[in-house]
Nanobody, 121 residues
Framework: VQLAESGGGSVQAGGSLRLSCAASKYTYTSYCLAWFRQAPGKEREEVAR???????WYSDSVKGRVTVARDSAINGMYLQMNNLKPEDTGVYFCAARPMSGGNCYGDYNDWGQGTQVTVSS
């Protein structure tokens, strides 16, 4: 599946952004989706994911400030980020791995090109 992120930008600390991940085909029953970010000089980290059909998971670094959900309009998902902090700065990627019967399996082999998020203090 091909993925395309959008919605990144530059905001001040405390601001909000909504990232979107559009997929090239229907993913609701076939793919688990996740958001990763990579800050300058750091390794890529997973920050949120949709497990199965609706279950979600968040990393401690963003929990309480972001919401992830599938978006049927784009066959993908969105990431609503509130109360952004400078440490949220980075390139945000969406990724997909196969799902069967509501269970995720395998590796994240499909990735988007990323969208830049910059949060200034």
């Amino acid at each position: 599946v091909q993925l395309a992120e959008s919605g990144g930008g530059s905001v001040q600390a405390g601001g909000s952004l909504r990232l979107s991940c559009a997929a090239s085909k229907y993913t609701y029953t076939s793919y688990c989706l996740a958001w990763f970010r990579q800050a300058p000089g750091k390794e890529r980290e997973e920050v949120a994911r949709v497990e199965g059909y609706e279950a979600v998971w968040y990393s401690d670094s963003v929990k309480g400030r972001v919401t992830v959900a599938r978006d049927s309009a784009i066959n993908g998902m969105y990431l609503q980020m509130n109360n952004l902090k400078p440490e949220d700065t980075g390139v945000y990627f969406c990724a997909a791995r196969p799902m069967s019967g509501g269970n995720c399996y395998g590796d994240y082999n499909d990735w988007g090109q990323g969208t830049q998020v910059t949060v200034s203090s």
